[in-house]
């Protein structure tokens, strides 16, 4: 039971004046120099003592007993003498801080029933009560001071502070700038403007919603997985124009530029030199993408006709001939041909020529050559008169012809042309050093030692003692800047080289990569950009190209200690050549290049430049506010392929892919996926073809999925038709619209035939109430009746009149002599005229 301190001091005095032979603890006290030293003391004097009055013998040290403690417990008396009240006694440790309990032990005669006990601590503390008296209050706090705490800028802190000044030195009343009050005190506003920005700027960028600046906004996305690009340069096509007597010509890649010509007096042929100062007037440069081999004899082909006045290269072709009198062409595989109307099929004029009958090709297969024994030529050295030459060209068929080209014979000139010495080029232009017509080595600085002190040296870094630095005399790390804005942003020369002309037209910002290049003193390879330093090496010589709003470019170089990419060498002198101009400002027009410029020997070689076709792809850099739409919904596009509905889902999404589908099969140690295809506008799955979609799926390919890409079952139909023509229409030609209609091609009117490719895929139900329907608006039928309709060699097999497919099966019916296999159509018609 506990009981108050003051109810013991009053038993204690009881004790004291009562006759009564017992005794008891009238207090404990603690040694603070050796805790394990006690001192005990009665209220009357101990057993064996002078006047000693308790009964018994006198205390041993077994008859002591501590109990309590919390982190120090089991604590015992060792040693015990008694002289007079009091008992000096000396424990085994000391105990902790919390309250321990010293009490007789049962049993012992001549003991106060309540004073036999005694709490006490080996340790005090200012809790126990025990300690020094609290200091004085404080004072009472002075008045705070008026402050305007909305004080944001330079000015705001400057009145602030004067205002303060004036009240609390109310003497001070100097307001000259060159007193030194009124420095400190803009000094000190100035510092104060600064913190204000650094802390609303890390207030507003630290989200993507409230980020202003451009490359803050990049790197939030970049955390989704969302890239933010710097826009592309436009591509154009330029044809470059020989002197008179050059017949052949290796243009170089460097070191050449095609500009538009915003003045008329301006010549067609400058030097490079005279390049820049034109761009920064205003015209618009394009670089080549290669180097290039140029021949007179390409200016201008005309396309042969073979003597027809109606001749005409149907919309879908993929090949042509091509008239060479002076036997002099030398096409060769990957040769880039524009094909243009050079007059107007009606009136013959080469003024109303259509400018929009232009479309680039690339050779896919060296030139066939055949002779037109109907024409002959006398040959280009003298003589008897000899066959045409005429060289047959093929394209790809993704650069089938777009329109109906008319290349038929005519009085005053070729109908059609193909330009030849084309030169795919890039918006933009190359730095240059007036002195040396080379690119230009912008100095970038030196970078400094952002390194910890204590930490080793970098490989190949001087082995130099490094003085402690503090947080504020710490150099920041290397983000040198481009002293000229809008850096190039264009497709790598090799995406789209060896491939059809619109592959090599097509520009994606997002595989756009920035034409800059940076070398150091202590380095022998160069810098490359990248997108990012995500995955990089640790000894990657790589940095990242950041772009603002403006255009103004920083470069960011990895930061010691992360490992992605190189950092560079302290004291490391940087410089770089890079190109300027990108965006929607190259998209000109056909036409608009006029100048080109040259240094050295080659400009006496070339006469003039201009471009067919108008440049295409240019992009203007993503901004921050199409950033926030796109980045927060960016990770929720499919970019992997787990089940047979994701393979199936990437094919159907591929330009060249009408429909596909996947199943799995079990190979007993892996499972494969075969991907069965239906290529658009009904073209062969070749090698080219799979190895094309493999190369597109593997990115996206689970680990341990074998992929395989096979062609479609073609399920050829037999179909019979007899119909009955109107009174007022020919039989024969209703019999030939109706093959036309349900054909496998296009009809007269560009509308695809009821069996085109393109109408039909896997699992295509094909009724017989639709051939009834298409049939029957066909001009000039008046009647029909379809006498079998099934898959090739069962006529009559849907008796419900419709035809299934399985999964893998496409229907085919091309009606073809050549092609039995495909389908074969019958019709049969009567009356009419």
């Known amino acids: 039971m506990a009981r108050s301190e003051s109810f013991l001091d009053e038993r204690r005095e009881r004790l004291a004046a009562s006759p009564a032979r017992v005794n008891g603890i009238a207090g404990i006290e603690v040694d603070p120099a050796d805790m394990t030293r006690l001192t005990l003391r009665f209220v009357h004097p101990l057993p064996g003592q002078p006047n000693g009055r308790p ?91 008026q402050i305007d705490y909305l004080a944001r800028d330079y000015d705001s802190y400057r009145r602030m502070m004067l205002d303060r000044m004036a009240v609390g030195v109310p003497d001070w009343t100097e307001r000259n700038p060159a007193d030194t009050g009124v420095a400190l005190v803009e000094w000190l506003a100035y510092l104060g403007d600064g913190l204000s920005y650094l802390l609303d700027h890390a207030g507003t960028e630290y989200a993507l919603e409230t980020a202003r600046l451009r490359v803050s906004a990049a790197r939030h996305a970049r955390l989704v997985g969302y890239r933010m690009h710097n826009g592309a ?13 050059v017949d052949r010509l290796d243009l170089p890649r460097a070191g050449l530029a095609f500009l538009t010509r915003p003045d008329a007096g301006d010549q067609a042929v400058i030097q490079l030199a005279q390049a820049q100062a034109a761009v920064e007037s205003g015209a618009v440069a394009f670089e080549p993408l290669a180097p290039a081999v140029l021949h007179a004899a390409h200016d201008r082909i005309a396309l042969h006709h073979w003597g027809d006045p109606q001749a005409m290269l149907a919309a879908g072709t993929t090949f042509c001939d091509l008239r060479d009198p002076d036997r002099a062409l030398k096409l060769a595989v990957g040769d880039l041909l524009v094909l243009m109307q050079a007059r107007d099929p009606v009136t013959g004029r080469v003024d109303d020529a259509d400018p929009a009958q232009r479309q680039a090709v690339r050779l896919a297969g060296p030139p066939e050559m055949i002779e037109d024994p109907l024409e002959p030529v006398p040959p280009p050295g003298g003589g008897a008169a000899v066959p045409l030459r005429v060289w047959r060209i093929r394209w790809d068929a993704a650069d089938a012809l777009r329109f109906d080209l008319h290349i038929g014979a005519a009085a005053g000139g070729p109908m059609a042309l193909a330009l030849g010495n084309m030169v795919p080029a890039d918006h933009g232009f190359t730095l240059t050093d007036p002195a040396t017509d080379q690119p230009l080595a912008e100095p970038l600085g030196v970078a400094p030692d952002v390194t910890d002190p204590e930490a080793p040296p970098a490989p190949g870094a001087p082995d130099e003692p490094k003085a402690r630095l503090s947080d504020l005399d710490r150099p920041r790390p290397f983000r040198p800047r481009l002293s000229r804005r809008d850096l190039s942003f264009a497709m790598p020369p090799e995406i789209g080289a060896t491939g059809p002309a619109a592959a090599l037209m097509q520009v994606d910002p997002a595989r756009a990569v920035a034409q800059i290049s940076l070398r150091s003193t202590r380095e022998a390879d160069p810098w490359r950009p990248e997108p990012d330093l995500l995955g990089q090496p640790a000894d990657a010589l790589r940095f990242v190209p950041e772009v603002e ?53 080659a400009a006496g070689h070339v006469v003039g430049v201009w471009n067919p076709l108008p440049a295409q792809g240019g992009t203007a850099r993503e901004t921050v506010a199409e950033t926030r739409q796109r980045a927060p919904v960016s990770f929720h596009q499919q970019r992997r392929a787990v089940t047979l509905a994701d393979y199936e889902a990437l094919l159907n999404a591929h330009p060249q892919v009408q429909r596909a589908t996947a199943r799995k099969r079990w190979l007993g140690g892996w499972a494969a996926i075969f991907l069965t295809v239906d290529r658009v506008a009904g073209l062969p799955v070749d090698d080219g073809f799979r190895q094309m979609l493999l190369d597109y799926l593997e990115p996206y390919r689970m680990m341990g999925h074998d992929l395989a890409v096979d062609a479609p079952i073609l399920v050829p139909l037999q179909i019979a038709i007899r119909a009955c023509a109107a009174p007022d229409a020919f039989a024969d030609k209703v019999a030939q619209a109706l093959a036309a209609r349900f054909s496998a091609g296009l009809t007269e009117d560009g509308r695809r035939g009821f069996f085109h490719p393109d109408n039909v895929s896997f699992g295509s139900r094909i009724y017989l109430s639709h051939i009834y329907r298409a049939a029957l ?49 019958t019709i049969e018609t009567g009356g009419g005229r």
């Not at 309990?101 to 009560?129: K, Q, V």
């Not at 340069?233 to 007597?245: H, Y």
């Open 777 to 825: 608006e066909v001009p000039g039928v008046a009647d029909l009746r379809v006498t079998a309709f099934g898959r090739a060699g069962q006529p009559d097999a849907s008796a419900e009149g419709v035809l299934d497919f399985g999964p893998r099966e496409i229907p085919v019916l091309s009606n073809d002599p050549n092609r039995p296999g495909e389908g074969r159509l």
């Open 233 to 245: 340069s436009a591509r154009a096509l330029a044809q470059v124009r020989l002197a008179p007597g």
């Open 55 to 145: 009964a018994g013998p006198a205390l041993k040290p077994f008859d002591l007993l501590i109990e309590g403690g919390d982190r120090i417990r089991g604590i015992g008396v060792v040693d015990a003498v008694a002289s007079g009240r009091d008992l000096a006694l000396r424990v085994n440790r000391a105990g902790d801080f919390s309250a321990y309990t010293l009490r007789i032990r049962d049993g012992l005669a001549g003991w106060d029933p309540i004073l036999r006990e005694i709490r006490f601590a080996f340790r005090l503390h200012c809790d126990s009560g025990d300690c020094a008296s609290p200091a004085a209050p404080p004072p009472d706090p002075a008045p705070a001071p």
């Open 549 to 601: 709003a403006d255009g103004t470019t920083r470069l960011r170089f990895a930061s010691p200690g992360i490992g992605n990419g190189k950092v560079p060498l302290p004291g490391d002198a940087f410089t770089a050549s890079y190109r300027i101009g990108q965006g929607r400002a190259g998209n000109i027009g056909a036409g608009a290049l006029a100048r080109i410029a040259v240094s050295g020997a």
